[in-house]
């Protein structure tokens, strides 16, 4: 099953909320162990200086971004890799299905890949009758139950074990009093068949360094390993923000991103790949395809303040710290990247009247900017767009209408005084829900008690 | 006009308005100093991670204990570069039904606990098996990560693999578990000191 779209982002929150309150459980618990450990992670290194670096780095490429892309595609191609570039997901689907009709590809795995996420790999394989099996366990887990990934790192972090025990009792056979050991072991079994049996493996890409032309990938589980080294074909989708200069800067980057994430100084698995099979080599893909996706990050690069949220190395730790995202996690936000980073990336990638509920989905805390690693600073941008909105007309008409009049009436403080005087006499936790903007703010909140006297009154009288 | 040219055109508009920044120098991982050698801090990441580390003092030593080892296991999947001093007394399977794997590292790093396994010494033998046995010249752990890719930059195979303990996963419900997809015991032979 695939995302809706942001548009319906209130409604599904608050029916999340509503009908799945097991969900706010699973997700709150997961997000703060792993905020907690990248809070002990950081605590071993000047965790301020790794995160001035990176932030720098990332802006440097993205304002040489045509030459770095220009320098990797050169590399790859040294390499023996086979570049492709993709203007949108249309194209990025065209391409990877010339390439299973080139290699009468009948069955597909995939490593974890939240672009492939974005593109709509899966269902546009099925189309084509491709058979393809999602290989991270928690990418797994929700294909099986035919759900969308509702965090970065953790896709299936909503789910609880007894979630898994009926699932797996159904579709593998385990009993249902299954240990989580079990569980993987019967995971690990029904997978192996299909490593072996795959002709094609599917990746993204955490980082590509320019000057070698190396797809660097972060894991725990080995099944990025696996994808990208069994099948004889292999096809890495790199969004054009991923480009790091030097495989030295890589280094780097691979620490900081697993500290920021799981709070490991490194992920138990790392991947560096620089192309297909070599004559000296007994086993790796014969060929390697690199296809470089825009699909609207050159639309969020145009823009003059949120072009910054290129920077994003898709760890997580905004989502985890966030608490927003902790009460629903990330379906309600309709999209592939949900929670604070989502939220600045909607509007510049989908267009802003495509994500528009998106920039509210917040109660602009700024936790989110204190942990990012690469110092992306959300809040300022979650008001930008919500300004953008507001100049673009997008804002519904009885806001600024009701804005307007509030302006007036806040200039003539006999009519504002006697305004507020039939207000306090409004039983707002019967009809409050009708009003215009108030009833919005309303529709998930309790009303509040209006208080006897205005503030005027009472600093007349005194205030204790 | 190609996709390519569009895409370059896109960027380049997009940067007119903005001013280029330079790249801050060189990655100096700024941490508190640590009192820890390098091969100690390997030992020390790999064993938290859930890694098993043996240390013998040279090559005699590691064939007798890979015998002793081996005791346990029926067959074994044998990297390329594995001397024959450290091949297994055990047949030899293919990596997808054998229950260990013997490679050999290209080296390792200190600040984040990895073993350098190159695709030349096989890759099938390094994560189909469900027991990775790697041997590691202590003279070849290098204290960082940068250091290391610096060294490898002029002889990079297709693919390098960076391993930093067992497969483990936490996506059931939190709960920590080994070997999900790769090996799920990982057993580090640090070789060397006294030859």
């Known amino acids: 099953m695939s995302f809706s779209g942001p548009t319906n982002y209130r409604r599904e929150a608050a029916k999340a909320i509503r009908d799945k309150p097991e969900v706010r459980d699973s997700v709150t618990a ?4 792993f905020d907690a450990h990248r809070v002990h992670a950081w605590g071993q290194i000047d965790a301020d200086r790794w995160r001035d670096w990176a932030r720098d780095v990332k802006t440097h490429v993205l304002t040489h971004l045509d030459e770095y892309l220009e320098q990797a595609e050169r590399q790859l191609t040294s390499n023996g890799a086979r570049v492709h570039w993709a203007e949108s997901a249309d194209d990025a689907l065209t391409i990877l299905g010339e390439i299973v009709r080139e290699h009468g590809v009948k069955r597909v795995v995939k490593a974890k890949s939240m672009l492939s996420e974005e593109l709509g790999v899966n269902r546009h394989l099925e189309g084509l009758g491709v058979h393809v099996r999602e290989t991270d366990l928690g990418e797994y887990i929700i294909q099986l139950l035919d759900e969308p990934p509702s965090h970065i790192v953790g896709p299936a972090i909503h789910r609880s074990v007894d979630d898994c025990r009926k699932l797996f009792h159904e579709r593998l056979g385990t009993p249902l009093d299954a240990d989580p050991d079990e569980l993987a072991a019967a995971a690990r079994d029904a997978l192996r068949a299909e490593f072996l049996a795959a002709d094609l493996g599917i990746s993204g890409a955490n980082f590509l360094a320019a000057d070698s032309g190396t797809i660097a990938l972060i894991e725990n589980e080995g099944n990025i390993r696996l994808s990208t080294s069994l099948p004889r074909v292999h096809v890495a989708f790199v969004g054009i923000e991923k480009i790091v200069p030097r495989l030295e800067d890589v280094s780097a980057f691979l620490q900081l991103t697993s500290r920021a994430a799981t709070g490991q100084p490194i992920g138990n698995f790392v991947s560096l790949i620089q192309g297909p099979r070599r004559s000296d080599e007994v086993d790796g893909p014969e060929e390697v395809h690199v296809v ?36 629903t996690g990330g379906h309600p936000y309709g999209w592939t990247y949900s929670g604070p980073i989502g939220a600045i990336i909607a509007p510049g990638m989908l267009g802003l009247k495509e994500a528009l509920p998106l ?3 917040s109660s602009l805390c700024g936790a989110c900017v204190d942990v990012c690693p690469v110092r992306i600073p959300i809040p300022e941008l979650l008001v930008h767009w919500r300004e953008k909105a507001v100049e673009q007309g997008l804002t519904p008409r009885v806001e600024t209408v009701g804005l307007k009049a509030y302006a007036k009436l806040a200039r003539r403080p006999g009519l504002f005084s006697a ?14 829900r009708a009003l215009p903007v108030l009833g919005g703010w309303m529709q998930e909140r309790s009303a509040p008690k209006s208080s006897e006297k205005s503030f005027l009154q009472m600093w007349k009288e005194g205030i204790e | 006009m190609s996709a390519r040219d569009r895409i370059l055109g896109r960027v380049r508009e997009a940067l007119r308005e903005k001013d280029s920044v330079e790249h801050p120098g060189n990655f100096e991982g700024w941490r508190p100093k640590t009192p820890r050698s390098p091969v100690d801090g390997l030992v020390h990441l790999l064993e938290a991670a859930g890694g098993e580390v043996v240390h013998q003092p040279n090559l005699k030593a590691a064939t007798s204990w890979l015998v002793t080892f081996c005791g346990d296991f029926d067959s074994s999947a044998v990297g390329e570069s594995v001397p024959e001093a450290l091949r297994p007394p055990v047949p030899v399977a293919t990596p997808d039904i054998a229950p260990l794997g013997v490679s050999v590292a290209r080296g390792a790093v200190a600040e984040t606990g990895s073993l350098i396994m190159d695709a030349r010494d096989g890759r099938r033998a390094q994560l189909l098996v469900p027991t990775h046995v790697v041997f590691l010249r202590v003279e070849h752990v290098y204290a960082t990560l940068r250091e290391a890719l610096l060294d490898m930059s002029d002889d990079l195979p297709s693919a390098i693999g960076l391993h930093s303990g067992p497969s483990k996963s936490a996506d059931i419900g939190q709960i920590l578990v080994k070997g999900v997809h790769g090996p799920g015991r990982l057993v580090a032979v640090l070789i060397g000191g006294d030859e």
Do not use: F, K
Request: hydrophobic share 40%; net charge positive; charged share 20%.
């Open chain 1, 292 to 327: 470089l996706v825009d699909n609207g990050r050159t639309s969020l690069l145009a823009d003059e303040a949120a072009w910054e949220a290129l920077r994003c190395v898709r760890c997580g730790a905004c989502l985890n710290i966030c608490p927003v995202y902790r009460q």
């Open chain 1, 359 to 361: 920039p509210h989905a």
């Open chain 1, 30 to 33: 997961a997000t703060r162990t």
């Open chain 1, 419 to 432: 305004a507020g005087a039939v207000l306090r006499r409004v039983p707002l936790g019967l009809g409050g």
